[in-house]
């Protein structure tokens, strides 16, 4: 290895050194003022890659909501679906009671008839009671579907909400 003496340092390299020393708290001070190139490049880029996060959430939060809109909507059609279910099946039970209780009467009044009482007005009037018949087929639940198909109306209030994220990520840019 070669030797510099002290003439040769101060002739070649005490300059450079200067220079280096010059220069690298220039690059200090800027990166404290936020203004070093690779510094600047890396915040861009950061901030680029949180916008475009920041927009994907966005776009996800609407999209959830949404979801959760068309996930409310079935679950008050099934909840109103099941509550006329229930009314007819209550509906149902009530008038099964009755046509036993018409039955049980009328047959009541046919043996009091047999053994002679008048009882022509009371039967007339148990043959008038108009009690509905039993449900054959009893109606089922409409199943409802999700729908992830968008009407018009959200799909271009989608749009409009992508395209406002990309003119803010173009502008912030």
Known sequence: MQQITSK???ANFQQEIQKLLVQMAQDLKDLQDGKHPQFVKVVETLEATRLRLLAVAEIQYQLAIQQAKHTLDFTKQQIDNDY???????????AAELRKKKKEL?????KLQQQGVQCQGEIKSCNELQIPQRRKDRKQAQQGQFNFKLNENEAKQDLNIMANLAEEFEGKK
């Open 106 to 110: 009328r047959d009541i009044l046919d």
């Open 8 to 10: 040769e340092y101060s």
């Open 84 to 94: 006329q279910l229930g009314r007819e099946d209550a509906r149902e039970m009530v």
